[in-house]
């Protein structure tokens, strides 16, 4: 079977017929569904050994042609796609969603797999600790495995929310449900995650983490018991036009340009200085942060403060402005 090919009625498969079809054919279904839908790779790679899993996701690309063998498209060509084109646009974009979409799920396993290994005390004849079984296999510290080991029942729940071509949240979504569910429950955080994705897919734009930090401070004080589901969708809709309406601002701004003889009024421009500063530092976080964790592992929290930071200052710029930049 080609890893293309796509074995009769599993088209958007649930569940139990994955299942099925990876015990009839672990290999080949498993490369078969990977390719057509993300949300049912990780179904089969946690039923497929490890080398199957990874030929699984090795057969995305190699379904794909050899670049070099493609005629070069000039840079100014801004023709329509010819229907071959669009074909591999097309092959192209599934292959990307999928792995990403594993990838994005590959965490939360780990998570309760650790979990499971936490439990039983499975490192016990090997490892004193967890902390040390997770260094040892993963490479990673104490305070990276236990944000996946917190995050994975409601990735869990969250998965199941999600539109069809859609997979468990990434750790920076993850951190933003984490905060919902703190205060409204497991369920109502689901049901977040799930109905910014369906607004943002309607919309045709992304779903970043701050969208989903716009959606929860949308959210009422308290939910109501009896309509919960409406007050979530209320406060996804009001997150996305938010974003979609700052979008449409900044087009318009950008499409107008500056257009003004005169000098900047004071703010804009310490505004404008500021953007400036955070783009070094941005360069500058971009240029050390691989080679700092290279040498020194720790140096992974400089990362995380770095990244909770730089959430601080946008969720604190949408709380001024409104406006959702991304």
Not at 167 to 191: D, S
Not at 222 to 234: I, K, S
Request: proline share 6%.
């Amino acid at each position: 079977m080609r890893p293309s090919q796509t074995p009769p009625g599993t088209e958007a498969p649930p569940a139990q017929a994955v299942l099925a079809l990876v015990e009839q054919d672990p290999e080949g279904a498993g490369r078969a569904v990977i390719g057509t839908d993300p949300r049912a790779a990780a179904i089969v790679a946690v039923r497929l050994d490890a080398g199957a899993a990874v030929a699984a996701v090795a057969a995305l690309g190699e379904a794909l042609p050899d670049p070099a063998s493609l005629p070069e498209v000039a840079e100014d060509d801004d023709s329509e796609l010819t229907a071959e084109q669009q074909e591999l646009r097309e092959a192209c974009d599934r292959a990307i969603q999928a792995v990403q979409g594993a990838a994005d799920a590959s965490v939360w396993t780990i998570g309760r797999a650790l979990d499971v290994v936490a439990r039983q005390r499975l490192h016990r004849r090997t490892h004193p600790t967890l902390d040390t079984y997770a260094q040892e296999l993963l490479g990673r510290r104490y305070r990276q495995t236990k944000r996946w080991r917190d995050g994975w029942p409601l990735a869990a729940v969250a998965a199941e929310m999600c539109p069809i071509g859609h997979i468990a949240p990434n750790e920076g979504q993850m951190r933003e449900l984490l905060k919902v569910e703190g205060r409204h429950g497991r369920q109502a955080a689901a049901q977040l995650y799930g109905a910014v994705l369906e607004e943002a897919n309607r919309a045709k734009i992304r779903t970043t983490a701050v969208l989903l930090a716009t959606a929860r401070d949308a959210l009422p004080e308290r939910l109501p018991a009896d309509d919960q589901q409406t007050a979530v969708r209320e406060a996804a809709a009001q997150a996305v036009e938010a974003a979609c309406t700052a979008a449409a601002g900044q087009r318009e701004q950008q499409e107008r340009g500056t257009g003004s003889s005169g000098s900047e009024h004071p703010e804009v421009a310490a505004l404008r200085a500021a953007v400036g500063r955070l783009s070094s530092v941005r360069s500058a976080l971009l240029l050390n942060a691989g080679k700092a964790v290279e040498l020194d592992p720790e140096a992974t929290g400089l990362v995380w403060e770095a990244f909770e930071l730089a959430s601080k200052i946008g969720a604190d710029l949408i709380g001024l402005t409104g406006q959702d930049a991304r």
